[in-house]
């Protein structure tokens, strides 16, 4: 799966042991310089004062779980932030766009592999995280097809990050798509979903079953299928801005 992301689709690739270096503790889950790079490239106008605010509004949320936060997220995700600044007109209120959804290239794709995250009870070490400018948008819990049940394993395991009690539910205030595979089967849905809402990724557009073939030398697995129809860059962004909604 990391392989497929970094060498197929593009992304970035990091151990979590590289990216310890860029948190100030196992629980920061936001990384906090690249997300602040990536606001000032897709805002170039913003000013520091601005910028320290934007990333201190997505970095210390207030709400009472895990939905609530993850809406307040995914507002600002989609339907950007207003924040005052004079550009040489007085005083108005300017856009600031977390993602750049025109333009995919301009965002930068990170996979990140195995990332110790705090918990109350015991850390948590997701095998796979996607950030999208520094934010954890997905989570890919992989499992072996040699274990029974592997798909409802990973979801399990999933569903056990996001408890308040024993998971890292700050992880999910960013996360837009959840992903339990196993190399040969591979299903996705949403945070708070249970087990029948997961359901295999059927259509790899704009890939064909022929061109996965062509780039990976064999055949595709559904697990290829869901990575290049969900991840391929374009295709998460429009997931994320256009095929999510809340349901209160």
């Known amino acids: 799966a990391f392989e497929l992301l970094r060498d197929a689709l593009g992304y970035s ?12 503790s196992l629980k920061q889950v936001v990384l906090e310089k690249r997300f602040a790079e990536a606001i000032k490239r897709i805002n170039p ?10 990333v201190r509004r997505l ?5 009472s779980g895990v939905m609530e936060a993850n809406a307040k997220v995914y507002t600002d995700l989609v339907h950007n932030i207003a924040i005052e600044q004079d550009l040489g007109a007085g005083k108005k209120n300017q856009t600031v766009k977390l993602i750049d959804f025109e333009n995919p290239e301009n965002n930068e794709f990170l996979a990140v592999r195995q990332l110790k995250i705090w918990g109350p009870k015991e850390n948590i070490k997701p095998d796979l995280i996607v950030f999208v400018n520094g934010l954890p948008v997905a989570t890919i819990e992989c499992k072996s097809p040699t274990i029974n049940e592997p798909i409802e394993k990973g ?17 999910f205030y960013y996360n837009q798509i959840l992903v339990s595979t196993c190399g040969q089967a591979a299903e996705c849905s949403t945070i ?13 557009w704009p890939y064909s079953e022929e061109k996965i073939e062509k780039i990976l030398g064999k055949k595709p697995t559904p697990q290829d299928t869901l990575l290049f129809g969900v991840f391929d860059k374009r295709n998460l962004l429009d997931l ?3 095929f999510i909604v809340f349901d209160p």
Do not use: M, S
């Open 13 to 24: 690739f990091k151990e979590g042991e590289e990216i310890k270096l860029e948190r100030e």
């Open 240 to 242: 994320i801005q256009n």
């Open 192 to 204: 708070g979903a249970a087990r029948r809402h997961f359901q295999a990724w059927r259509d790899p």
């Open 59 to 63: 970095t210390t949320i207030a709400a």
């Open 155 to 171: 979801v399990t395991q999933l569903l056990r990050y996001q408890d308040k009690d024993i998971g890292a539910p700050q992880l």
């Open 45 to 54: 106008w913003i000013n520091d004062y601005n910028l320290t605010r934007v």
